[in-house]
């Protein structure tokens, strides 16, 4: 079941004395049900714009969106109690320890104060941070930070979670931390759409991928979908001597599935290649007969920043003003 549609969505900014930026600009997505859909981008791509869509505070300037079939223009107050929303920085009040900030958003929620006290100690228990649940925030470490941030947005127990790009800044173990927890939200039903820079992210956590850029989708499909959308395996061979590269390039053109390019400094070749294990058997023999040393050679599938890469002419991480 598709539970989040949104359809042509146009969101445009006129900063005081600037040319209007189209934050959005004819934006398609499709979000199934209890599974995790990736957003991926560079900043200023529209990503952040298509979560505050979605989450009701912002207004498109047209287009539509709905989550459960329910138009979330039409009716922000039958949307907001089923979603939670993580973004990009941690919104919690550093003054107060961190149970009592996951029980003043329960409160806020009107759970009641038995059943806010009662959130507030499972999420605390769930997201680790039992030994700091009584210190204030303000002396929690980063990725604490986002633990008891994205802890706030699963008070409600929502249907729909918005993870705006919820690792930024955090250490490569604090990272997988907040993949595992992820993970398990959605294997007990939860629905996700987060956006992030991180390729690796991406390809780690999410069933299915929309790449935006320039405010709108201009692919989507699975991790290996779109790897292999841009031509299968690729060999990768480092020439001892750049002497050699004219008679290797004629090589590896005959064996691959594209123009090989040979890098800057003359010495590193790459080529597409459908059947890669047969073609670097292939290209490894004939430079053997022809005495033609190597310092490396192998394959390697694409990855999703070569997939961002062939798709918008930059890489994912490039910086852009942000939307």
């Known amino acids: 079941m598709t ?8 969101k445009t900014y006129t900063p005081r004395g600037a040319s209007p930026v189209h934050a959005l600009d004819g934006l398609n997505l499709e979000v199934p049900q209890g599974t995790i859909t990736a957003l991926l981008g560079p900043n200023g791509a529209g990503k952040t714009t298509t979560v505050k869509v979605l989450t009701t505070l912002t207004r498109p300037d047209s287009g539509t969106a709905t989550i459960g079939g329910v138009d979330v223009v039409k009716h922000p107050e039958c949307i907001r109690p089923i979603i939670g929303v993580s973004g990009q920085y ?11 900030n996951l029980d003043m958003v329960g409160r806020l929620y009107h759970l009641g104060s038995r059943a806010s006290r009662a959130r507030a ?9 039992t030994e700091a649940q009584n210190r204030p925030v303000k002396g929690f470490s980063g990725g604490m930070r986002r633990r008891i941030d994205l802890a706030g947005a ?9 993870l705006d790009e919820p690792t930024t800044g955090l250490d490569p173990r604090s990272r997988l931390g907040m993949w595992d927890i992820i993970t398990t939200l959605v294997g007990e039903g939860t629905t996700v759409l987060l956006t992030t820079q991180y390729l690796e992210e991406a390809d780690q956590l999410a069933d299915a991928i929309s790449v935006i850029d320039g405010g709108r989708v201009i692919a989507e499909g699975t991790s290996d979908e779109l790897k292999a959308s841009i031509g299968g395996q690729r060999l990768e061979i480092s020439l001892v001597s750049a002497a050699d590269a004219e008679v290797a390039t004629g090589i590896l053109r005959r064996v691959g599935s594209s123009e090989p390019t040979l890098s800057g400094d003359g010495r590193e070749l790459t080529v597409n290649a459908v059947h890669a294990p047969a073609a670097l058997r ?7 007969q022809r005495g033609i040393e190597l310092y490396d050679a192998g394959m390697r599938r694409p990855t999703l920043d070569d997939v961002f890469l062939r798709l918008t002419g930059h890489m994912a991480s490039d910086e852009e003003v942000a939307a």
């Open 3 to 10: 539970f989040i549609i949104a359809h042509d969505l146009l």
């Open 90 to 100: 941690a919104a919690v009040d550093e003054n107060l320890t961190g149970f009592e």
């Open 121 to 129: 100690s499972e999420l605390i228990e769930l997201f680790d941070l």
């Open 154 to 162: 699963l008070v409600s127990r929502p249907q729909v979670l918005f």
């Open 282 to 288: 292939e290209v490894l023999g004939e430079f053997g």
